[in-house]
C-alpha cells in the first residue's frame, strides 16, 4: 500500500503536466487599409504551463492531415494530396510558439509557398490593468491595455484561468486572455469555445517540416526583408533562373505570379506596422 501511494502520486503529477488546453478564437480583421471589408478566420492556441503555440486552425488540420497521411505513407507506400484539405488557401500561415518563462517566442511562416522560414524575438509587454469587468462565455473578466506593434490594445483577461497566454504575440497577464482587440478595431480576437487534452503535444510540423524541408532561423530584420521581397516578387526572378523556359509555361508562370502580386497588394494591413 505504501508503494501504490507515490505511484498515485506520480501517476497524477504526470497526468496533469501532459494536459493540453485548446483556446479557439474567431479572428476577424481589415486585411485592406481603405477597404471596409473584413474577414474572419477560426485561429486556436494550444498551451501548458510554460509553453504554447498560435495558429491557424485550417492550417492545424491540413498540417495534421499531411501528417497522419505521411505515416501512413511510410507503412503503404501510397499518399496522395487530391483531398481538399491539401490544397485550401490559407491567408495566415504564422506559427507563434511561446515560452512563458523565458519571456520569449518564435514565429514561424511560409515566405512565398517557397520557404519555411523563422525568427526568435523576446517580448516585455507593459501592461495596464483596470478595474472594468465583463463575462465572456460566462467567465469573468478583467480589462487591460497595452502598446505593442505601433497599435493600443486592450485585452479582456480571465484570471480563474491560471494562465499568462493570449493570441498572436499577447502574454503576460495574470489571467487567460479571452478578447483582444486593437483601438482602431482593425484586429479582434475573441474567445469562441475552450476545451482540455489528455496530450502534451503543443507544435504540429508545417508543411514544408513535414516534407522534411527544415525551417530556416534568421533574425527579424532579415526575415522581414524576405518578407517583403517575396511579397514583390513571389516566384523569384523567373526569367533569370529558368532562362530556357519560354511559350505557355513562362506565361502561365507569369500570370500566377501576378495574381499573387495583386493579393499581396490587397493584403497591406499588418498586425504590426
Request: hydrophobic share 30%.
Amino acid at each position: 500500500m505504501k508503494n501504490i501511494i507515490p505511484f498515485l502520486l506520480l501517476f497524477s503529477v504526470n497526468f496533469l503536466f501532459s494536459q493540453t488546453t485548446r483556446v479557439y478564437y474567431q479572428f476577424t480583421y481589415k486585411p485592406n487599409k481603405t477597404d471596409t471589408l473584413k474577414q474572419t478566420e477560426l485561429q486556436v492556441l494550444l498551451f501548458n504551463n510554460e509553453r504554447s503555440s498560435f495558429q491557424s486552425y485550417k492550417q492545424l488540420q491540413r498540417d495534421s492531415l499531411i501528417s497522419v497521411s505521411l505515416e501512413y505513407k511510410n507503412k503503404s507506400g501510397e499518399f496522395s494530396h487530391n483531398d481538399q484539405n491539401f490544397t485550401k488557401s490559407i491567408i495566415n500561415q504564422y506559427i507563434i510558439e511561446t515560452n512563458i518563462k523565458e519571456k520569449s517566442l518564435q514565429f514561424t511562416d511560409i515566405l512565398g509557398n517557397q520557404i519555411s522560414a523563422s525568427y526568435q524575438e523576446n517580448l516585455n509587454l507593459k501592461w495596464n490593468l483596470e478595474n472594468d469587468k465583463m463575462d465572456i462565455l460566462n467567465i469573468p473578466c478583467q480589462k487591460a491595455y497595452t502598446n505593442f506593434g505601433g497599435r493600443k490594445w486592450t485585452a479582456w483577461f480571465a484570471s480563474d484561468y491560471h494562465s499568462s497566454f493570449g493570441p498572436y504575440k499577447f502574454f503576460g497577464l495574470p489571467g487567460l486572455i479571452l478578447k483582444l482587440y486593437d483601438s482602431e478595431k482593425n484586429f479582434d480576437w475573441e474567445v469562441y469555445g475552450i476545451k482540455n487534452y489528455h496530450d502534451s503535444q503543443l507544435y504540429e510540423k508545417n508543411y514544408f517540416e513535414l516534407q522534411a524541408f527544415p525551417t530556416t532561423k534568421i533574425e527579424k530584420n532579415k526575415f522581414l526583408k524576405m518578407e517583403q521581397q517575396f511579397k514583390e516578387h513571389p516566384m523569384g526572378n523567373v526569367k533569370e533562373s529558368f532562362p530556357d523556359l519560354s511559350g505557355e509555361m513562362l506565361k502561365d508562370i507569369l500570370e500566377r505570379e501576378k495574381k499573387e502580386i495583386e493579393k499581396n497588394n490587397y493584403y497591406n494591413n499588418p498586425i504590426e506596422i
